[in-house]
């Protein structure tokens, strides 16, 4: 049997996890997609909240709020941890239903932005949105086949986007005033099977990305080669986030097997 020891076991017999982010108080939360569930790790202590739907990708806000994508109902929604409310923001853009919200990050001045991948990896029916309370929400029909998990670099001035469909980042040149993403192309291909799913920057600008399907978490560096890949004892590698402490080093989720896995590296990540 292939031993992995630089990987810990965090949890198992998870119901598709996914979204993995870091609360300010130092917990990590996930979705549980197939009970709908956005679940809590703290201390080795695992806490259920019970939202319903099928929540997706978590980003959480600077008062602590937790943002998440619900695939099922087609809402931006948030829950509060003091409360154990939770709260539709957004449903529909042009009075039609969003299509099948996925991930989700802020910007530098706490913009949202979230992808809607759509159903199916090869309709090219995908796009991705950016969203405040003045400005209202705003469609960006660049990233078509799938897009999925989306990141910033250290300044906010790129946005990287996965699109799983034709196993694809993207990079282009975010501008927050005008919700405008400029001269965007090609970072790298990752290869599949299925194709790039949730992407994260470490504090030394490499990109990691889970490529579903493949066992792996793959490392790039700033110029998009493929520095090294980190192998898994799932199959289907969903998102990643580091510990900004850096006691958990990198936080995976894998479907296959229904694991939070924590990478032993020496590198923090940047929010």
């Not at 192998?231 to 590698?237: A, K, R, S, T, V």
Request: aromatic share 12%; net charge negative; with cysteine.
């Amino acid at each position: 049997m292939k031993q992995f020891s630089h990987i810990a076991i965090l949890l198992q017999d998870l119901h598709f996890p996914e979204g993995p982010a870091f609360h300010q108080n130092g917990s990590l939360w996930f979705v549980e997609q197939h009970i709908g569930c956005l679940s809590a790790y703290y201390n080795g202590t695992l806490i259920r909240h019970d939202v319903g739907g099928r929540p997706n990708g978590i980003a959480i806000d600077t008062k602590g709020l937790l943002w998440f994508c619900d695939s099922i109902k087609n809402e931006i929604r948030t829950y509060d941890p003091e409360t154990r409310k939770a709260e539709t923001i957004l449903s529909t853009i042009d009075g039609v239903p969003l299509n099948l919200p996925n991930d989700l990050a802020f910007d530098a001045q706490g913009n949202l932005l979230f992808t809607c991948s759509g159903e199916e990896l090869d309709k090219g029916d995908g796009y991705f949105c950016a969203w405040n309370p003045t400005q209202g929400l705003v469609k960006i029909e660049s990233i078509t086949f799938y897009p999925n998990g989306l990141a910033f670099n250290r300044d906010h001035s790129l946005l990287y986007i996965a699109e799983t469909g034709t196993h694809t980042i993207w990079k282009g040149e975010w501008d927050p005033r005008s919700f405008s993403w400029n001269n965007p192309e090609v970072f790298t291909q990752t290869g599949g099977p299925i194709g790039p799913d949730g992407i994260a920057f470490d504090e030394k600008g490499r990109l990691y990305v889970a490529v579903f399907g493949s066992s792996t978490v793959h490392i790039y560096t700033k110029e998009g080669v493929l520095h090294e890949k980190i192998e898994l004892p799932g199959l289907n590698p969903t998102n990643c986030a580091f510990d900004p402490a850096g006691k958990l080093g990198l936080i995976i989720t894998e479907t296959e097997k229904g694991q939070l896995l924590s990478y032993n590296s020496p590198f923090k990540g940047i929010l």
